[in-house]
DNA sequence: CTGTTAGCGCTTTCAG
DNA sequence: CTGAAAGCGCTAACAG
């Protein structure tokens, strides 16, 4: 608080007031004897300036501590630097990731990453899509919900990608991973391991992830002519109060050897049961979960998981999203990342 | 993509150019045979608008998908209802809350959030106070690595909030928690328990989060009666390649019977370098963290750790530039949050 | 209660 | 190479 008065009820509106508002272009090109479309021009580096112009006008922009006001400039030009996010939770390491490399690449790009968590139910996906509307996104990015949020979008002619999952039935660009490949992964590797009653976790959706990853456990089965026993498979919501208590169930039931639970959040809790009922990883039962998190290698066995090239599917997204933003044209593409099966000690034969 | 031709080049623009333009609040405005004054007020609902005129009006909105520009909102009214955030890494789990609870409260008040992360020095750092600047954010919330962001913001009117660490000479508000009580708490656990040599690794920083740590273990210190042999203190830049190296070292050559991290990262090293070197936790040595994030209760033995409401640090920082926002003017304002000692297996009496 | 008017700050023709 | 002029879409006086 070096040099401020801290009785004063200083605000930062009291001290701005004293300046009377941002500096405008008008201003910048007050102070260097030009006109505002001279000015314009010489701060965006487009049409001709003399040099001399320009020099004067870079130092008066510069002394007057000018910044170019993003409204004005969206308004004129219909389109802004700001590219919406939406993630299903920000909590979860899977999505907080996949925002990271969201923003790193808009950030290299100069443009801004408006984010919006907490995305659970299609009414406020929606919500959220009117906003990026209303600032007139140069494009936005989700792990969508429902499909209404990237027809509106589309309509309106914002270009949209999903990641993770795909939903739309409008046309746009997506980046997932081969699902159904690494759960086929994961479960043959238990049925390699001579596995026969492989239990498999799986949220209750109707997301494109969910169904691969149920796609490649049945395949998995099928190559190895293991038939799937129905009551292994489990239709969960992972944020009901009662998820452990019917993984308890299944174990107790079920009588699975392994289990495969199809996302970090499932396998959590299916790891917390096990844990809780002191069943020994992998003697008891083997696990492997879809989406390796940092928690996987650091427990003790680690858990053998299907890893996701999550910062990489954010970046992804990222670049299909520029390209757009800045003119390219083409027809939709998905992109399809392929994920690797990272075998630790939680796997193992049958006792 | 049921619909749609899939060999043609669609992209959102081309879908969008059969409606020629967004829908405005003039075309609003001519559907219900008013004003473009009267629909704004009817749609904002302040001033007088006759009951019949309103009805009309949200009638055509509704019916024509209208959706207002928010850049000449701001444009006009000078303020936009953005709020600038900016973290450290999202990828850390410690930011990743941070952010969760910011967005969440900010999204209750109908705010979005501007999410910059990657926020390591101090010239990045005011590059994105630039871009809120330009944005005539609302505020700007962040865990600031320098003065001249946050200086910069006020001086142009734009109201900060500090969280995690206070680092600003601009008169702003602040939301942190004790960090010397968190580790004055933790380090007297090690010292009642027998510990004599109580290592300390802290982040190479003038942040006013390690200097209060750092004082909490000299406080502690003090308090037992304890010297503090200064070679047992160590400090770190937590991405530096020979964290864990330099972490070994102080193993080998200051003898520790117990180690205090001073935050998530550092606890991870030093727990690795544990692994690898197969000490047992708490046999070999004690281990305690600042900041209590999940993996230090999964894995065996439990991490002892100093556990910060982040989420709530968030969401406070959200509330009080939010109040600034909607006009309440006051002196800067530091909330201190309480931290809490979480006991877990990784701390016992020296052997 | 409603419409007219002006203008936010910028970019972009279009003349010069 | 430069400036004048128009206008992006909205809101806020102000007069009716």
Redesign the pocket.
């Known amino acids: 608080m070096a040099g401020v008065d801290p009785g004063a009820a200083l605000t930062a509106a009291t001290v701005y007031a004293a300046h009377r ?9 007050r102070a260097a ?12 580096g ?9 020099a004067r006008l870079l130092l008066a922009a510069e002394r007057l501590g ?4 993003a ?3 969206t ?4 389109r802004s630097r700001v590219v919406g996010v939406v993630v299903s939770d920000l909590r979860n390491q899977f999505y907080a990731d996949l925002a990271a490399g969201v923003g790193e690449t808009l950030r290299a790009a100069d443009y801004q990453m408006v984010l919006l968590s907490d995305n659970v139910e299609s009414e406020r996906e929606v919500m959220g899509a009117r906003t990026f509307l209303a600032m007139r996104a140069a494009g936005v990015i989700l792990t969508p919900v429902g499909r209404e949020a990237a027809s509106l979008l589309v309509r309106n002619g914002i270009d949209v990608v999903e990641v993770d999952r795909q939903l739309a039935d409008a046309p746009c660009d997506a980046v997932v991973v081969d699902n159904a490949r690494g759960a086929e992964e994961a479960t043959s590797h238990l049925l390699d391991l001579g596995h026969r009653r492989v239990a498999l976790l799986v949220p209750e959706t109707d997301w494109t992830t969910d169904a691969g990853r149920l796609r490649g456990y049945r395949q998995a089965h099928a190559a190895a002519g293991v038939p799937v026993d129905e009551r292994l498979v489990l239709s969960l919501r992972e944020d009901a109060p009662d998820v452990e208590e019917r993984i308890g169930r299944l174990l107790d039931e079920g009588r699975p050897t392994a289990i495969f639970a199809a996302n970090n959040v499932l396998a959590e809790h299916a790891w917390r049961v096990l844990r809780r009922r002191e069943l020994k990883l992998p003697h008891d039962v083997s696990l492997v979960g879809f989406d390796d998190v940092r928690w996987m290698e650091m427990v003790e066995p680690g858990i053998t998981a299907v890893a996701q090239p999550t910062v990489e599917l954010g970046r992804t997204a990222a670049r299909l999203l520029l390209e757009r933003a800045e003119g390219v044209t083409r027809p939709p593409r998905v992109e399809c990342l392929p994920p690797e099966l990272v075998v630790r000690g939680s796997t193992a034969p049958p006792a």
Chains 1, 2 share one sequence.
């Open positions: 508002g941002p500096v405008t272009l008008a201003d910048v090109a004897g030009t006109s505002a479309s001279t000015a314009s021009r010489a701060l965006n487009r049409g001709y300036v003399s040099e001399d112009a320009r000018y910044v170019a006001n409204s004005a400039r308004l004129k030009q219909k």
